[in-house]
């Protein structure tokens, strides 16, 4: 079974904070770099963040020092505590493997959550 759920967004005012969770199956997580992708409107989905198995993160130059990946091993779960958030932050969020998941060639992609940003 392959699941990939995100959750967590909203909607929020500049300089507010949101935490997105995302829950995945042990195949996909378990030995996996986890990350945080988005796509904003009329833009291609980009990775933000990303953290390994042993907890090394990365952050995309526009979020570094505003959010922060985190996962928790024994749950499967990957999380993204968002601060000082941006209007330009507005986008749909997606986790995914690093790089991503392929189920019969194709990216496999959960549904997204939605986080928007009001100025």
């Known amino acids: 079974q392959v699941q990939l759920a995100e959750s967590g967004g909203g909607l929020v005012q500049a300089g507010g904070s949101l935490r997105l969770s995302c829950a995945a199956s042990?195949?996909?997580?378990?030995?996996?770099?986890m990350g945080w992708y988005r796509q904003a409107p009329g833009k291609q989905r980009e990775l933000v963040a990303s953290?390994?198995?042993?907890?090394?993160?990365n952050y995309a130059d526009s979020v570094k020092g505003r959010f922060t990946i985190s996962r928790d091993n024994a749950k499967n779960t990957v999380y993204l505590q968002m601060n000082s958030l941006k209007p330009e932050d507005t986008a749909v969020y997606y986790c995914?493997?690093?790089?991503?998941?392929?189920?019969?060639?194709?990216?496999?992609w959960g549904q997204g959550t939605q986080v928007t940003v009001s100025s």
């Open positions: 042990g195949n996909i997580f378990r030995f996996n770099t």
């Open positions: 953290i390994t198995r042993s907890g090394s993160t």
């Open positions: 995914n493997t690093v790089p991503k998941y392929k189920v019969y060639g194709r990216d496999y």
